[in-house]
C-alpha cells in the first residue's frame, strides 16, 4: 500500500472513531459514568493508557484510582515477566467480586499480554466476566468496541496480529501538565532470544518526523517543557519511512523547537548506537545528561545467544566513546541474571561490567521464560536458587555504586524539574534533575511545573535531599 493511501486511511480512521466518541458522548450524558485504568508495564503502555485516559474523559467518563466506585475498570497489561502476567491473573479473580456486587460493571483488558493466543484461550475458559478484550494495535478502535459492548451486550473480543497504520490526531490526557513522552516508533525488528516485545508489539515502524514535530510543538504551546521521545529502539528510527531519517539528525530538529527545555530519550540499543548520536547528544543543549544503555549480560557468549550482536568489549568500548564527550552523563542500564547456560564466570563478566562502567542505576531483572521465544527452549535453564543468589550479589554490587553516585551530588547546585507533591511527605516536593535522579525538596507547591535550581544536602540510594535556593 502506498503512503499516500496509508495516511488517508489512518487520517478518515481518527475521525470515524472521534465521530463514535461524540455519539457515545450523548449516550454517557448526566450518567455520572466513572473509569478505573491500572497500567502495568513499560513508557509505552504508561503512554497507550493515556491515549485510553484522553478518549473516555473526551466521551464522558471521569476517572477514579477507586475500582470499587468504577463503571468501567481497564488494565493496560504487561507480558514482558511471568510475575506481570500472574498479576493479572490474580486481580481478574478479584473483579469477580466486584462484578457480582455491581452487574452494570464493565471490565476492559488490553496491552501486551493479550496478544497471545494462550492468554485469550485461558481468559475465554476461566475468566468469562470480562466484557472487552483488544491489542495493542488498535487501541485507537476503543471508542467502537465500547460502542458494540452497549449495543450487543455481550463480550467484544477484538486482537489484531499486525497493523501498519499509524493513527494521528487521537485525543490523549497527559498525566503532568509539564512532561510528555511521545512515541516515535511502534514495534521492534531485534528478536533478543528471551524477550515477547517483538511478539506482542509487531514489527518497527517510525512515526513520521513531520508528525512528531508537529506534536511536540502543540504540546509545547501546552506548557510542555520536558519532551520524552519513546520507542524499543530509537536508534534505529527512520530507517523504514519514505525519506529515512536518523535519530541524531531527529533530536537536531526537536532541540530546535523554542520553549522546550528538557528533551529525553528510551530505549537505545548498544548496537545502533552511532557516532553521529554521540555528536548530536553533545551539540543539543536541551538533551538531558542522562543515557539508558542496555547491556543484559557481560559475557560475550551470553550475549550472542540473547542475539544481541555486540560484545562485552564493544559495550565498553561504546561506553568509553560516551564518556569521552560526555563525562557526567548517567548511564543507567538493564541487566538480566540467569539467562539459560549462565555460568558464575559468566555472570562475573556482568558483575565486571558493573564495575568498570559505574552506573548511575541499573534495572536487575532474574531471566523469565517466555513461550514462543527461542531461550524457553534452550538448554540449561538455571535454577531458581542460583538466580537469586546472583542476583543479591549483583543488586548489593549496584547499590554500593549508586550510593556513590547519588553522594557525589552532596554540596552541588542541580536544576530541579519539580513534579508533585511527596507521596511520602505532604511538606515536600518530588522533582527530577537533568540525571533523571529523584530530587526531594521542601517549596510550596505552586513551584510544581518549574525548573528551580535546588542546593544538595543529602543522599539516600535512590533519592536525594535538597533545600531551594
Ligand atoms: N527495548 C528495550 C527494553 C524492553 S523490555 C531494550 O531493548 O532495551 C525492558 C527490559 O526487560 C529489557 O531491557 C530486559 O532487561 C528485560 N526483559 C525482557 N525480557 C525479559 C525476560 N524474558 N526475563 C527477564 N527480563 C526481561
Ligand atoms: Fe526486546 Fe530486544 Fe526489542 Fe528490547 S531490543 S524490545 S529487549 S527484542
Ligand atoms: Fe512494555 Fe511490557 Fe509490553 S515492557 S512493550 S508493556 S510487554
Known amino acids: 500500500m502506498g503512503k499516500r493511501q496509508e495516511i488517508e486511511i489512518s487520517t478518515a480512521e481518527a475521525k470515524r472513531q472521534m465521530d463514535i466518541i461524540s455519539q457515545l458522548a450523548h449516550h454517557i450524558q448526566g450518567k455520572n459514568l466513572k473509569f478505573c485504568i491500572t497500567t502495568f508495564g513499560c513508557q509505552m503502555n504508561a503512554h497507550d493508557s493515556e491515549k485510553i485516559q484522553g478518549m473516555l474523559s473526551k466521551m464522558g467518563y471521569s476517572e477514579t484510582d477507586k475500582e470499587a466506585e468504577a463503571d468501567l475498570i481497564l488494565y493496560n497489561t504487561c507480558c514482558v515477566r511471568e510475575n506481570a502476567e500472574n498479576r493479572i491473573y ?9 462484578k457480582r456486587a455491581n452487574p452494570n460493571l464493565l471490565i476492559a483488558l488490553c ?3 493479550m496478544q497471545q493466543d494462550i492468554v485469550l484461550e485461558t481468559l475465554k475458559k476461566t475468566y468469562r466476566h470480562v466484557d472487552m478484550i483488544f491489542g495493542t494495535y488498535n487501541i485507537y478502535k476503543l471508542p467502537e468496541l465500547l460502542q458494540t459492548r452497549f449495543e450487543t451486550g455481550k463480550p467484544v473480543i477484538d486482537i489484531w496480529d499486525s497493523h501498519q497504520d499509524i493513527v494521528e490526531d ?3 490526557e497527559r498525566k503532568y501538565p509539564f512532561k510528555s ?5 511502534y514495534g521492534c525488528n531485534n528478536f533478543c532470544t528471551y524477550c515477547i516485545v517483538p511478539y506482542v508489539r509487531g514489527r518497527e515502524r517510525s512515526r513520521n518526523p513531520e508528525d512528531i514535530l508537529k506534536e ?6 501546552d506548557g510542555v517543557k520536558e519532551i520524552m521521545l519513546l520507542g524499543q529502539n530509537v536508534n534505529s528510527y527512520g530507517k523504514t519511512l519514505d525519506i529515512p531519517m536518523t535519530f541524531a539528525d531527529l533530536i537536531r530538529e526537536v532541540n530546535k523547537i523554542e520553549g522546550l527545555e528538557r528533551l529525553r530519550f528510551m530505549t537505545s540499543h548498544p548496537k545502533d548506537l552511532s557516532d553521529d548520536l ?3 547528544m553533545s551539540e543539543c543543549d536541551k538533551l538531558c545528561n542522562s543515557l539508558h544503555l542496555p547491556f543484559q549480560a557481560g559475557s560475550t557468549d551470553v550475549l550472542t545467544r540473547m542475539n544481541r550482536r555486540y560484545t562485552k568489549e564493544q559495550y565498553l568500548a561504546l561506553v568509553s566513546k560516551v564518556k569521552a564527550t560526555m563525562p557526567h552523563i548517567a548511564l543507567t542500564t538493564d541487566i538480566i541474571i540467569g539467562f539459560p547456560g549462565e555460568t558464575e564466570e559468566d555472570f562475573q563478566e556482568t ?3 558493573v564495575r568498570q562502567v559505574r552506573f548511575a542505576s541499573a534495572f536487575t531483572f532474574v531471566y523469565s521464560k517466555r513461550t514462543g521465544t527461542p531461550a524457553a527452549t534452550m538448554d540449561n535453564q538455571i535454577e531458581e536458587v542460583v538466580s537469586k543468589d546472583r542476583f543479591n550479589r549483583l543488586l548489593d554490587l549496584v547499590h554500593e555504586i549508586q550510593v556513590d553516585y547519588m ?3 552532596i554540596g552541588h547546585h542541580t536544576d530541579v524539574l519539580l513534579e508533585e507533591v511527596s507521596k511520602h511527605d505532604p511538606n515536600l516536593l518530588s522533582g527530577r534533575t537533568s540525571e533523571s535522579v529523584l530530587v526531594h525538596v521542601k517549596a510550596d507547591p505552586s513551584e510544581i511545573g518549574k525548573i528551580v535550581d535546588i542546593k544538595i544536602t543529602g543522599a539516600k540510594t535512590h533519592y536525594l535531599i535538597g533545600e531551594c535556593l
Open 351 to 353: 558483575m565486571d561490567v
Open 407 to 409: 553522594e557525589s551530588f
Open 111 to 113: 496491552g501486551c499480554m
Open 216 to 221: 511536540i510543538h502543540a504540546l509545547v504551546e
Open 90 to 98: 490474580g486481580k481478574l479473580g478479584y473483579l469477580k467480586k466486584l
Open 181 to 185: 513522552c511521545v512515541n516515535i516508533m
Open 170 to 172: 487521537l485525543p490523549n
Open 278 to 280: 554521540i555528536l548530536a
